[in-house]
């Protein structure tokens, strides 16, 4: 692994090698490796190791971004060079900053109105995850294979592990690190007809369980078996967490002050009024333990823990330290909540800003089982998972997408079999505007979106407009 | 480079790998953008590893190692062949390649200007005045243009002797006018969304698509929108415009034959495919009129599909995929040859960059134009009442590749033979078959365009690829529109 001292020493390096005003070096990668399955046999196992310097340079306002993968004298002073040239032929950017100092970027020079204060990142760095080989990883694949044989299914999936940092140094002292690791499963059952999925990730694997993960995909696929079609309409849905979270996930670029700023946020004239049920209280929140990550942006400022929905009204959007300084100038400034930089900034240069991503729903007053949400449910469908899933109308953030791997009918609070995948076009305001019921949140996984840490949710008239093959 | 692939695969063949190959790949890439009047990202990449592949004890290995000292390239072969004796722990049957004869190659995309020695000041001042030009016109409240470009060096030897060298180069660009008024954000984009056009063609291909002269009446059409009607609901024929057939192509005809989706090899991620091994030269995928082919050679054009060999060395090849609406052929590797009775690979396994494993990737995979000249404005001509849709907005398909949901930025009503009122928010959706066996008109070769997909996403972990579709605008009839927006 790529460690801070021997990062500290590269990013010297580079400061010898530079004639910029200031320099800024971000280090990124690990290593990683990956076992994958399909037909019931491993088709795929690979393993990796790399690791990225990613320099900015700034000459009076100016301002460009260059990356390499290797280390030695020659290679770094030609990232330097083409940084450089770069950065000196742009126009200059009047909204451009100083970079952060170290206190800058823990929050100690803050004025005026500031977020809640960050609280300490757990580790996220486990030996045993660390310690995960391909015999191991092998073996938890047998064990996902032995369930798949038992049940006369076919699987496929992944099982994934990796160590990895972030790193930010600059020339005005400020240097921080960041060392987690990771572990993913993800496996889908197949029947002739029917399917069957669960993933999860952590990043420590001591909390991943094959053996359980399959034998619910496989109990899904099992399940759904002999899908019957019923029409498309407006149903009673009960998303796991994987499905919430994947469809949520899409609305999470809008909570950004550039994005309102550039007038393409859903959230535009919004913020502070009520856009969602009583029942939905969102915070972004590194430090949360079910979340992972590092604890700093892209320019190395202290994530904050920003409540964005309480309540279902929208409190505030996330800002990297330009975006403030420019919404505060703005025609908006007096009307979109606390504005300051929040430390979810992407790396600079960029157009996008910032955006929070270490999303947590907080839990409901009166949680209910998954059981407990079909026990009460008339009519209606369960969905596993949802499937290339994407914007149609932006400000009435109205998404399609598909159901997948596990779609099933419930009627009179029971289970009554699979039925065939739907295709929904459904407004995320409208969505969370009827929300009926939660889970207690949970860390979920799912392909859409990045993990988060939600429930599962039973709403009221999700909309389905066609019905698939399948 | 050729010693480095030496030092891994002596080690791969110590170690007792029956089959190894290796690449060695340097990337280069500049990514240039604006917003608003300014430089949004200005920045320059490049990324030097080397991977290696083998086969040992019947199964599969692969690992990666950005340090290309000999140490380190040993290293990382050992590991490969330990990987893979891992993997044959949870096997069924050995690992079999259909023959390749091995090659000794150099190619080169062929380009005009090296996009690389066109100095950044030019390029800035190009995309800052597209950006003036669009936000010139009221009411536009964001405008985005983006420049990149890409060169991509490999060097692929294997232990059966095939030793290619070879260079890819790609250019991209495109932009964006957004108008948000009222409740409503409407947006045009040209050549086409989400990036633009782009092709393994040097920076000629900037000056092939009159940028600056196109960007006010995109502008203009972004802020019509907020004036003109809500496409209608209901069964109408539809005309494509040439890019949203390419994604429809790329969707609804390009994934599902991927045979490694078939065989089940994605059924976690990607999915799997309706086109089971059965409908091989049965199933009528489409109507007489529907020839597609998946392309990779320089003769079919400058797509994001194109080059001189795979990623396991083997040659660039045509294979016809649907023929006067037969359905005859899948993109195949020379692992999966054999399960369609074929003993080549077709030549479609590419890898993203260094370190990743090639998978079976969409080459240049296009409709071929129609036989008979018909312009767009003919096809237009010869329709009583339909849509003409341009430019994808949004698309959406379910895992076997059967209901697809496509959504466009602009739409025409078309009545007895002319272009109508403008209708906004227009969408489509349908099962694949249907909808491919409902094409009765093809425009011709002049109005065939090869259009670039940058970013299509697949695998484990996902690799991003570029894909050429080549399509001319074409007419469908009976298609559900606006489904998208019913209900809501």
């Not at chain 2, 984009?189 to 063609?201: D, E, F, I, R, V």
Request: charged letters at 25%.
């Amino acid at each position: 692994m790529l460690t801070r001292d021997r990062a500290g020493d590269i990013f010297e390096r580079i400061r010898r090698f530079s004639t910029a005003d200031e320099v800024e070096v971000l280090f990124s990668g690990g290593s990683f490796a990956l076992t994958r399955f399909a037909n019931n046999i491993i088709h795929q196992n690979v393993a990796e190791e790399n690791y990225v310097v990613s320099l900015r340079t700034v000459f009076g306002g100016r301002t460009a971004r260059s990356s390499t993968n290797k280390f030695d004298d020659e290679s770094l002073r030609q990232v330097v060079e083409s940084s450089e040239k770069l950065a000196t032929v742009q126009h200059p950017d009047s909204d451009l900053l100083p970079m952060p100092d170290a206190k800058e970027a823990t929050g100690e020079n803050r004025t005026g109105e500031a977020p809640v204060s960050t609280r300490d990142v757990p580790s996220r760095y486990f030996e045993a995850t660390t310690g995960i080989t391909p015999e191991l990883r092998v073996e938890g694949v047998k064990k996902i294979v032995g369930a798949a044989t038992k049940h006369s299914l076919t699987t496929a999936g992944v099982f994934s592990s990796a160590e990895s940092i972030d790193g930010i140094f600059n020339s005005r002292g400020l240097s921080d690190w960041h060392t987690q690791t990771s572990a993913e499963i993800s496996i889908t059952m197949l029947g002739a007809d029917s399917s069957g999925w669960q993933k999860a990730s952590s990043p420590d694997v001591a909390n991943l369980d094959p053996i359980a993960l399959a034998e619910t995909a496989a109990k899904k696929a099992i399940d759904s078996a002999h899908p019957r079609e019923i029409s498309a309409g407006k149903y009673t849905v009960i998303l796991e967490p994987a499905a919430v979270l994947d469809i949520v996930g899409f609305m999470f670029w809008d909570y950004s002050g550039m994005a309102i700023l550039d007038q393409r946020s859903f959230l535009s004239g919004r913020i502070g009024t009520k856009l969602f049920g009583d029942n939905v209280t969102i915070w972004d929140d590194v430090a949360h333990p079910l979340q992972s990550g590092a604890p700093f942006d892209g320019e190395g400022v202290r994530r904050q823990r920003v409540a964005l929905v309480e309540n279902g009204i929208v409190k505030r959007v996330v800002y990297a330290r330009a975006t403030a300084e420019r919404m505060k100038r703005s025609e908006y400034g007096e009307k979109v909540g606390p504005i300051a930089a929040t430390g979810h900034g992407f790396t600079l240069p960029n157009e996008m800003g910032e955006m929070p991503q270490n999303i947590v729903f907080a839990a409901s007053r009166d949680p209910k089982t998954l059981e407990q949400m079909i026990a009460s449910t008339e009519r209606g469908v369960l969905v596993t998972r949802l499937w290339y899933i994407r914007e149609v109308e932006p400000f009435e953030k109205m998404l399609t997408g598909m159901t997948r791997d596990g779609t099933f009918l419930v009627e009179n609070g029971r289970v009554q079999g699979g039925v065939r995948n739907f295709r929904f076009n459904e407004s995320l305001i409208h969505m969370l505007s009827n929300v009926e019921a939660m889970s207690t949140p949970a860390r979920a996984s799912g392909e859409e979106s990045f993990d988060m840490v939600v429930p599962a949710m039973k709403i009221k008239d999700f909309n389905f407009t066609e019905v698939t093959k399948f | 480079m050729k010693h480095v692939a030496d030092w891994a695969l002596n080690t791969a063949s110590v170690r007792g790998a029956s089959y190894a190959d290796t690449r060695v790949v340097a990337l280069r890439s500049r990514a240039l953008s604006t917003k608003n009047g300014k430089v949004g990202s200005a920045s320059d990449a490049e990324s030097v590893g080397m991977s290696v592949r083998v086969i040992a004890d019947g199964a599969w290995g692969f690992a990666a190692s950005a340090d290309l000292g000999r140490g380190a390239v040993e290293a990382t072969a050992a590991r490969a062949v330990e990987i893979a004796r891992a993997s044959a722990r949870v096997k069924q049957h050995d690992v079999q390649l259909a023959p390749e004869k091995a090659v000794v190659a150099e190619w080169t995309t062929p380009y005009k200007i090296d996009p690389f020695t066109i100095p950044v000041e030019q390029n800035i001042d190009l995309l800052l005045k597209i950006d003036a030009e669009l936000r010139s016109v009221a009411g536009i409240t964001l405008a985005e243009t983006n420049l990149n470009f890409n060169r991509e060096e490999q060097w692929f030897v294997s232990s059966e002797g095939a030793d290619i060298h070879q260079t890819k180069l790609s250019t991209g660009v495109g932009y964006a006018a957004y108008a948000f008024a009222g409740n409503e954000i409407q947006k045009r984009s040209y050549p086409t969304s989400y990036g633009g056009q782009w092709q393994n063609k040097g920076y000629e291909l900037i000056e092939e698509l009159r940028l600056v002269e196109n960007a006010r009446r995109i502008a203009e059409e972004a802020v019509a929108l907020h004036h003109a009607d809500q496409c209608p609901e209901g069964k109408f024929d539809i005309i494509l415009d040439s890019s949203q057939l390419g994604l429809q192509i790329h969707e609804s005809v390009g994934h599902p034959i991927e045979l490694d989706r078939v065989l089940g090899m994605e059924a976690n991620f990607a999915g799997t495919s309706f086109l089971t091994l059965d409908k091989l030269r049965t199933l009528r995928y489409g109507s007489d009129l529907v020839n597609v082919v998946a392309d990779a050679r320089q003769e079919h054009g400058p797509g994001l599909g194109t080059f001189g060999f795979d990623d396991e060395g083997v040659a660039a090849q045509c294979t016809p995929i649907i023929t006067n609406g037969l359905f005859i052929g899948y993109l195949s590797s020379r692992e999966t040859a054999h399960t369609i009775g074929e003993n080549r690979s077709g030549g479609t396994l590419r890898a993203e960059g260094w370190n990743r494993l090639p998978m079976i990737r969409m080459t240049n995979v296009s409709l071929l134009p129609g036989e008979k000249p018909l312009s767009l404005e003919q096809l237009v001509a010869s329709t009583d009442h339909g849509i003409l849709m341009q430019t994808n907005r949004s698309w959406s398909i379910d895992d076997k590749r059967y209901n697809f949901q496509f959504g466009c930025e602009i739409g025409w009503e078309i009545k007895n033979g002319k272009r109508g009122r403008m209708v906004k928010n227009p969408s489509y959706s349908g099962i694949t078959t249907e909808f491919w066996n409902s094409l009765d008109a093809i425009c011709s070769r002049d109005e065939w365009t090869l259009w670039g997909t940058p970013n299509c996403g697949k695998g484990q972990p996902q690799q991003v690829m570029g894909t050429g579709h080549g399509a001319a605008p074409s007419r469908f009839r009976n298609i559900k529109v606006g489904s998208a927006f019913k209900g809501n």
